[in-house]
């Protein structure tokens, strides 16, 4: 093997660039050409390659976002699509790939293995959806991000004694939700895990409003409910003022986290290994901060475990 490519694909991750330096970086030192496909799976449909070298990666390891850019690619979805990837791969002799996504992109690497172009899974996604992996390249940053705008939202909240309910990312995953609930001391946490009543969520805010408690804040997951609804049901049925706020977009840029950044070097670099180990298949992640790899479709098939009891410490102290 000479020549390896490294994509990044699905919705981006702070840490994708640290992930993509230590790939570049790694494969380098390694002995090999080192591509970078731009937009994600469409670019390498349509060999939208950039030889990288030393440089192409300086100034990139705090950098949120992707410098490859990403893209959910439909074509890709379907066969024809992956036989011109797999086609393209062979016209510029890229006999190895490093995917940094989530599970779709996981998905498509497996695929393209079984094509004949040799893939390993880098887990990158804010959502920390993957079962398999303690976590995803980007969680950390995201939670931090969301950590942060709690304690802005609860300066604001205090001032008028009102209850805010902050919806953040998480189509399938409460982890968003439950750590930075956990760590911001929110007094609520609703996740699609858990499902929540809106009598209890009342009962509580009312117990709040009792003690002297000037604000509450609820951390709702997109997953589990719509923030807008929320606020209205609540102030159908209490008189505490309510009002949400959608974190949206901003919980996926800014600068990464120092976990993030390490993860991701660690995680780059290892793919590479793979690699360069002759590996095809395979995904890397982390488990009990040790270094992991197994075959993609072990990985993709392991179902996700809540972390049950932060969510129950969450709750106690709250
Ligand atoms: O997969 C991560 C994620 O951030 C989800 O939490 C969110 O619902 C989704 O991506 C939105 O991404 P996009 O709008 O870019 O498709």
Redesign the pocket.
């Known amino acids: 093997m000479k020549n390896i490519a490294v994509l990044t694909s699905?919705?981006d991750?702070p840490g994708m660039n640290a992930a993509i330096r230590a790939v570049v970086r790694m494969g380098i030192i390694s002995g090999f050409n080192v591509f970078g496909v731009r937009k994600g799976f469409r670019g390498l449909i349509n060999g939208d390659f950039e030889k990288m070298n030393e440089s192409s990666v300086s100034d990139i390891i705090q950098r949120g976002g992707t410098i490859l850019q990403t893209a959910?690619s439909e074509e890709f979805k379907t066969e024809e699509g992956q036989d011109k990837a797999a086609k393209m791969a062979k016209i510029f002799d890229i006999d190895g790939l490093v995917v940094i996504g989530?599970d779709g992109s996981f998905a498509g690497a497996k695929r393209l293995s079984e094509k004949g172009v040799a893939c390993i899974g880098v887990p990158g996604?804010?959502?920390n959806d993957l079962a398999y992996t303690d976590y995803s390249i980007g969680f950390d940053t995201a939670v931090n991000n969301v950590l942060d705008a709690i304690n802005r939202i609860r300066d604001t909240s205090s001032s008028h004694e009102r209850a805010s309910i902050i919806e953040v990312?998480?189509?399938y995953s409460g982890d968003i939700a439950l750590y930075a609930g956990l760590a911001g001391g929110a007094e609520g946490i609703i996740v699609p895990e858990m499902g929540f009543e809106l009598d209890d969520i009342c009962r509580l805010l009312i117990e709040r409003k009792n003690k002297g408690k000037l604000h509450s804040i609820i951390i709702l997951a997109?997953g589990a409910g719509d923030a807008k609804q929320l606020e209205q049901q609540i102030m159908e049925n209490v008189d505490i003022e309510v009002r949400s706020t959608i974190l949206g977009?901003i919980?996926?840029g800014g600068s990464t986290t120092a976990f993030d950044r390490i993860l991701a070097s660690r995680l780059g670099a290892r793919a590479v290994e793979l690699l360069a180990e002759g590996k095809s298949s395979r995904v890397v992640g982390i488990r009990d901060n040790k270094l992991i790899d197994m075959e993609i479709v072990e990985a993709l098939g392991m179902k996700k475990v809540f972390p049950r009891e932060l969510y129950e410490l969450a709750i106690k102290l709250q």
Do not use: K, L, V
């Open positions: 699905g919705g991750a959910r989530g996604t804010i959502d990312m998480g189509r997109e977009y919980q996926r």
